[in-house]
């Protein structure tokens, strides 16, 4: 039994001026024990996705299963196997750390100290605080205490609505640290986020682009199907640059990323040429070109287009 399994998945929205597709047939399959990562731009459908899969929504049509049980018939059984982290930081802002955890504990008729083992890699980096009320907490504190009131009762299959989102990097490699020390548990951690570099952090991804998936596979694998020469280039005038590379007909894309611009022709014949006749033709200054590896980044931005 597959811990997770979505089939067909549809939801709309309604707005005053049109029907929007939230999710468009999601279907994907989540194995015991994995990291599998939702991974998608803002508007995607990412938290939608999640709130069918921990009941609390209801899609418009298809069906979805959570440790064996329908999201639809047996909400109630889900409710207590599973481990929920919204988006937005959802504790007790007037409650201490301490008090929002024995509160999410005695939810699930048990205690801290049942399954203080599970919590104590994590709680206990917030625990000299645990008299501080939650509200008065900094991002990665109030990450780990939701983390913490997210697994008090052991779960099977744990959602995470894009956990490290606004929170600062050295925060999110611990957060990440901890996700790959509860997988060792065999805990199923489903995580959504915006940052594609999370990406290579799971066991498998699944790319989503306004509602529709567009690829579900390792890591290495979405990689791999990035088939044509990519390049890299930079020069002191970027946005000119840019501009002039796509004005070329013979440009497939063309996009920014950090210090470069990274670059794919149409045919493979002659790229490098190509781009330094058009830097040649701008007149541009301190341009450097070379030939790069794709990134799960390019390979989202590649799959858009086809």
Same mark, same amino acid.
């Given at each position: 039994? *597959? ?7 549809? #939801? ?13 047939? @999601? ?7 994995? @990291? ?13 996705? !999640? &709130? @069918? ?7 418009? %049509?298809?069906? =979805?299963?959570?440790?064996? !049980?329908?999201?639809? *018939?047996?909400?109630? #059984? ?47 980096? @917030?625990?000299?605080? *645990? ?11 109030? #990450?780990? +205490?939701?983390? %913490? ?40 951690? +489903?995580?959504?986020? =915006? ?8 066991? &498998?991804? =699944?790319?989503?682009? *306004? ?14 199907? !990035? ?63 070379? %030939? ?7 390979? !989202? ?6």
């Amino acid at each position: 039994m *597959k811990p997770v399994v979505v089939e067909n998945i549809v #939801q709309k929205y309604c707005t005053k001026k049109t029907v929007v597709d939230a999710l468009n047939s @999601i279907s994907f399959t989540v194995e015991k024990g994995e @990291i599998f990562g939702i991974i998608g731009p803002d508007g995607a459908g990412k938290t939608s996705l !999640f &709130r @069918i899969l921990t009941t609390l929504l209801l899609a418009e %049509s298809g069906s =979805a299963h959570v440790d064996g !049980f329908d999201v639809v *018939k047996d909400y109630k #059984q889900i409710r207590n196997r599973i481990g929920y982290m919204p988006g937005k930081f959802s504790l007790y802002q007037d409650l201490s750390v301490q008090e929002n955890l024995e509160f999410f504990a005695t939810i699930f008729n048990t205690s801290i100290q049942e399954n203080y083992d599970l919590i104590k890699d994590i709680y206990q980096q @917030i625990e000299p605080f *645990k008299d501080r009320k939650a509200g008065a907490l900094s991002g990665g504190m109030k #990450q780990k +205490l939701a983390l %913490s009131c997210a697994l008090i009762h052991k779960p099977s299959v744990l959602f995470l609505d894009e956990p490290t989102t606004g929170v600062d990097a050295v925060s999110r490699k611990e957060f990440w640290e901890m996700l790959h020390r509860l997988k060792t548990q065999g805990i199923t951690i +489903l995580v959504s986020t =915006a940052y594609m570099d999370e990406a290579t952090l799971c066991d &498998r991804v =699944a790319l989503i682009q *306004k509602g529709s998936l567009l690829s579900v596979d390792t890591p290495k694998g979405v990689i791999s199907q !990035f088939k044509k020469p990519l390049w890299a280039i930079r020069a002191n005038e970027m946005y000119k640059l840019m501009n002039a590379i796509k004005e070329d007909p013979a440009v497939e894309s063309c996009y920014p990323f950090g210090q470069y611009h990274h670059v794919v022709f149409k045919t493979q014949e002659n790229s490098r040429q190509k781009l330094e006749n058009i830097a040649q033709k701008g007149n541009y200054a301190g341009v450097e070109i070379k %030939s790069i590896e794709p990134n799960i980044e390019d390979c !989202f931005m590649a799959l858009m287009n086809n």
